[in-house]
């Protein structure tokens, strides 16, 4: 799979721009799945069977599989994907950062071992930490950009001095990318929803990349004003992840087995009320 | 293991300031270790064995065994080093950086799963993003500050302005984590040897802050520069990281099972020119 050309094929033939961001907490499964040795990967799975036909792309968060020694479950489940709903990208928001020949085993790790279609990547170390993932031409490296959490202001909302002049940090990551690490048109940002006038000035620096855009949901970003800062002339150009409000509306509800089917019911609510702003 | 007392009991007790990097590559392995299912533990432990007594910490880095899916071998190397040598600190380079929920659960990853007693930690996401880490007290949070490779300037080295005045972004990481980030005493900051003037800076920014210091060896950094800039007054401050070049001495040299003994004499090496700059 071609990450940009299956995730544009996604937006249009789905008429979706919604990700389902996976961050299993077994904590919340339903009380059917506790205790079973599968249960992250039974559980993502039955949101990903109920959800597939919303979405443009699947966004698993390693840190739940790697703090519960779950790596076999996200193996299983990308796989998964894969095999059930082929057009689809994941997205592995993993975050990695490092010199090159680390981030070179990095890449293994995301590309070769998980067989993910992108990575998140952090940009604090430069050119040659994104290179390897760079690398890779068929796989999209999405850059942190304008994180949607609180501290995200705490270095990226400096006024920094850069050969293009003076402007701040984030705006900085945002030029560097589209200027100079998108050679193979491979890279996509991290924006969070929770910031709509700086996705509007990333719009503006990087013509039609993609955009990644948590914090709708349980992180109180705005739809409306997130379509309309970042969308692209043709109504596209960003991938709106919800995690929690989907995975757990469910559970949260009754703690039954339609968690699936109620995580279904808030999926479709988002994907639409996007819609309703493209 | 309380991190900070223990590093500083072992820079002491140990007279060494070297950390050794385990970083491994199979395909560098000695030839009787090819092939073997746990080659990545027994290459590692050998090294850990042979140089314990040398060292003031180890630091694994987890690039290189996720991307081998040998996390188990992960586990078992460090539950060794506890076991065997209990006075020695393990570093986990694992350079995370997420939302706080999600850090939560790189945490769990690095101190509960992995029982290391310090982490590497990306602070492009601000401070919402450390605060987990930052809540195991005994625990070492060592954040990436002014690092090592050639693109470590791409961002570290833009001139911002901060409530401080006007620094490089480098020097206002640094002094975020020694102001505002070090309030229960376990932070460190991440600087490469290859830049001997930032050492410095940190140097003289942060106090007696301990100071990881990649980029020796390999990558070219100069022991004595390294002291000059960063030991403290009492001749310690450091924990200066060599990998490739103590973990492959042997294997280049002869290939044979005697690659533990070579990494042994390259470290000592290491100390001792170390040490002739304390």
Redesign the interface.
């Known amino acids: 799979m071609h990450f940009m050309t299956a995730l544009k094929a996604a937006w249009q033939q789905r008429n979706s721009l919604l990700c389902v961001g996976l961050?299993p907490d077994p904590a919340k499964f339903p009380a059917h799945l506790q205790g079973r040795t599968d249960a992250i990967f039974e559980f993502c799975k039955a949101i990903v069977d109920a959800t597939a036909d919303l979405v443009c792309c699947f966004k698993p968060?390693i840190?739940?599989f790697?703090?519960?020694?779950a790596?076999d479950q996200l193996e299983a489940l990308i796989e998964h994907i894969h095999a059930k709903h082929p057009a689809i990208p994941v997205i592995l928001?993993a975050?990695?950062?490092?010199?090159?020949?680390?981030?070179e085993?990095?890449a293994?790790?995301a590309f070769?071992?998980f067989k993910a279609d992108a990575i998140t990547v952090?940009?604090?170390?430069?050119?040659?930490?994104?290179d390897p993932y760079l690398a890779y031409p068929d796989k999209g490296v999405i850059l942190?950009c304008r994180?949607?959490?609180?501290?995200?202001?705490?270095?990226?909302f400096?006024?920094?001095?850069?050969p293009r002049g003076r402007m701040k940090?984030y705006e900085?990551?945002a030029c560097?990318v589209a200027e100079e690490w998108n050679a193979s048109g491979n890279c996509g940002l991290v924006v969070g929803a929770t910031f709509p006038a700086e996705i509007a000035r990333v719009r503006e620096l990087t013509g039609d990349m993609p955009l990644l855009v948590?914090g709708i949901g349980a992180q109180g970003g705005d739809i409306a004003a997130t379509l309309a800062a970042g969308r692209t002339a043709n109504g596209a150009g960003l991938m709106i992840n919800s995690s929690r409000a989907i995975l757990y509306a469910g559970v949260e509800a009754n703690g039954g087995e339609e968690f699936a089917e109620a995580a279904r019911k808030v999926a479709l609510d988002t994907r639409d009320a996007i819609n309703a702003h493209r």
Chains 1, 2 share one sequence.
């Open positions: 961050d968060q840190a739940y790697a703090a519960r020694r790596e928001d975050k990695r950062g490092d010199i090159g020949s680390t981030a085993q990095y293994i790790e070769e071992r952090n940009p604090y170390m430069g050119r040659d930490s994104v942190l994180t949607s959490n609180p501290g995200g202001s705490d270095l990226q400096l006024e920094v001095e850069t940090l900085h990551v560097t948590p």
